[in-house]
């Protein structure tokens, strides 16, 4: 569906509605399909939910599907059914079938692939929809014809116990567990440069200042003046009881040398009462949002008392 977005361009977002009309999943596209689609990058994760006869489904979004990161978070979350809808045209035939198929071996999980066919008077759509066992291999794969059906059985719990019992080629637990035969427990730290670059807000291609096509100008659109504001809880997880959302805003303030370049984060907390009330407490601000510090003391004593209550907040914070 598109979601509005009251605070830029609309999502691209996807429902898994169980068979009592409940909504059991709510996701938001991560990775628009660039330059072309100008969909709001999604904030919300990706979320996995039960499903029928001990499934555990994932559900992503066309592009979404060519990052094999996307499928791993399925996995890593718990999910043994990916869920991939997409709307493609010819071209993209090959990448289409190998993305399938590499997200399902990768992480020993069935992938079930829907894709729009037939022509909407701009795209023709190539169909082709398709579902992988957990292994890698097609189960059943559509043939591009408009309002064709495809179904295949798929079983889960092989692909669980395939996680449990399978030695080579058991590369979702292979993958933070690199050697084990030569050391204990195999290694478990992170050697990928562009995973720790990416985490602390550094990511950068050698060939950074060459790309060509960085906003959507070359299809319409006008060059963006927004920066991207960071996760948002799922609004379908709700809090548990005796809880509250605290919604924590802090400025970072830069020299002189950098003056307006600040930048305003807000990160939620789902934390108990009394945690909350302790945390806005520490920040000087008891009866309302954690804000700013209170201003500076002029004595050393009340400076040092200050920068204490500041730590012991952003400790606890991460600690809840």
Not at 63 to 87: Q, S, V, W
Not at 102 to 130: H, I, K, P, R
Not at 180 to 209: H, N, S
Request: net charge positive; proline share 7%; charged share 25%.
């Amino acid at each position: 569906i598109m979601e509005y977005n009251p605070d830029g361009n609309p999502y691209n977002s996807g429902l898994i509605i169980d068979d009592e009309g409940e909504i059991k999943l709510y996701y938001r596209k991560m990775h628009p399909w660039v330059p072309v689609e100008p969909w709001e990058p999604g904030n919300l994760g990706i979320p996995v939910c039960d499903g029928p006869n001990g499934s555990k489904v994932a559900l992503i979004i066309c592009h979404d599907g060519m990052f094999p990161e996307m499928a791993r978070e399925c996995a890593y979350k718990g999910a043994n059914i990916m869920l991939r809808t997409a709307g493609y045209t010819a071209p993209i035939r090959h990448a289409w079938h190998i993305s399938n198929q590499s997200n399902s071996f990768s992480n020993l999980m069935y992938t079930a692939n829907v894709c729009m066919a037939g022509t909407d008077g701009v795209f023709n759509s190539m169909g082709e929809g398709m579902i992988v066992n957990y292994d890698g291999v097609p189960l059943v794969t559509g043939n591009g014809a408009p309002d064709e059906i495809i179904t295949a059985e798929v079983r889960p719990k092989l692909a669980d116990e395939a996680r449990r019992i399978w030695g080579v080629e058991n590369n979702i637990y292979q993958f933070g567990h690199r050697g084990y035969v030569a050391v204990k427990g195999g290694a478990q730290d992170c050697p990928y440069t562009y995973m720790r670059d990416l985490a602390a807000g550094k990511y950068r291609l050698p060939w950074e200042d060459e790309v060509q096509v960085t906003d959507g100008t070359s299809c319409g659109f006008a060059i963006p003046n927004r920066t991207y504001q960071g996760w948002r809880f799922d609004p379908l997880v709700p809090a548990k009881a005796g809880t509250q959302r605290l919604t924590v805003t802090w400025d970072i303030r830069l020299d002189s040398r950098f003056r307006g370049n600040e930048r305003r984060f807000s990160t939620a907390f789902v934390i108990s009462k009394s945690k909350a009330k302790k945390i806005l407490r520490h920040a000087g601000r008891p009866n309302s949002r954690i804000n700013s510090a209170p201003p500076p003391s002029r004595t050393d004593a009340a400076r040092r008392r200050r920068s204490t209550d500041r730590r012991r907040a952003r400790r606890e914070t991460r600690d809840w």
